[in-house]
C-alpha cells in the first residue's frame, strides 16, 4: 500500500468537481474554515481544542475567476502546539500539501484539487535506487579486488547505507502522511459541502 502511494504521488494528476456554489461563496467558507492561520498566537483554550479537534492552515488566495489553494492539515491530537516548535514536526519529513484552483461565476464553481506529496515520492525513489546501486557497487568491488578495510568498496557501502537508512525514514512516515491525505480530501469535500 505504501509503495502504490508513493507511485501514485508520481503522477501530478488533479480531481476535478463542480459546485453549484458562487466562488465567492466557496472562498468564504474556505476562509471561515481555516480561521487560525497562525494557531501559535492564539490563547491557550483555543490552542488546545486545536490540538484535539485538528485543524487545517494554509492560504486561500487570489482574484475572482482563479483561486489557489495551498493547504496543509494536522490531525487531531497530532499537533504538540508550542512545544512542537522545538520539539520539530514529526511527520513534516512526508507532510503532504493540498493544491489546487477555484474559478467560477454567480451559478457554479469548479474546484481542482490535487493532495501533493510528489518530493516524498521523488526523495523515497532517489534514495532507494542510489543507496541499493551504491550498496551492490560496493558488494561487486569488494569480491573483484578485496583489499583490508578502509578500501574503496566501503567508501560506496557506507553512502548506500546511509541512503537506504533515509529511506526507511521516509516509509515509516508514509503512514502518517496517508491519513493526512484522507483528512485533507474529507475536510475540503465537507467544507464546500
Not at 72 to 94: E, H, M, N, S
Not at 108 to 129: I, K, M, N, Q, Y
Request: glycine share 8%; charged share 20%.
Amino acid at each position: 500500500m505504501k509503495v502504490a502511494w508513493l507511485v501514485r504521488h508520481l503522477d501530478r494528476q488533479m480531481a476535478a468537481s463542480e459546485l453549484l456554489l458562487p466562488e465567492a461563496a466557496c472562498v468564504a467558507r474556505l476562509d471561515q474554515a481555516i480561521g487560525h492561520r497562525s494557531p501559535l498566537s492564539a490563547d491557550r483554550a483555543t490552542r488546545r481544542e486545536l490540538a484535539e479537534h485538528g485543524f487545517v492552515t494554509g492560504t486561500v488566495q487570489g482574484t475572482p475567476g482563479s483561486v489557489s489553494l495551498r493547504l496543509t492539515c494536522y490531525r487531531p491530537r497530532i499537533w504538540l502546539g508550542r512545544p512542537g516548535v522545538f520539539l520539530g514536526d514529526q511527520d513534516k519529513l512526508a507532510k503532504p500539501i493540498l493544491k489546487g484552483r477555484l474559478s467560477g461565476d454567480e451559478g457554479r464553481t469548479e474546484v481542482c484539487f490535487r493532495v501533493d506529496a510528489f518530493g516524498t515520492a521523488v526523495s523515497a525513489l532517489v534514495f532507494v535506487t542510489l543507496g541499493i546501486s551504491l550498496v551492490l557497487a560496493g558488494a561487486i568491488v569488494s569480491l573483484v579486488h578485496p583489499m583490508p578495510m578502509p578500501n574503496f568498496s566501503s567508501a560506496l557501502w557506507i553512502p548506500g547505507a546511509v541512503l537506504l537508512a533515509f529511506s526507511l525514514v521516509i516509509w515509516w512516515v508514509v503512514d502518517s502522511a496517508i491519513l493526512d491525505e484522507q483528512y485533507l480530501t474529507d475536510w475540503l469535500l465537507t467544507t464546500l459541502g
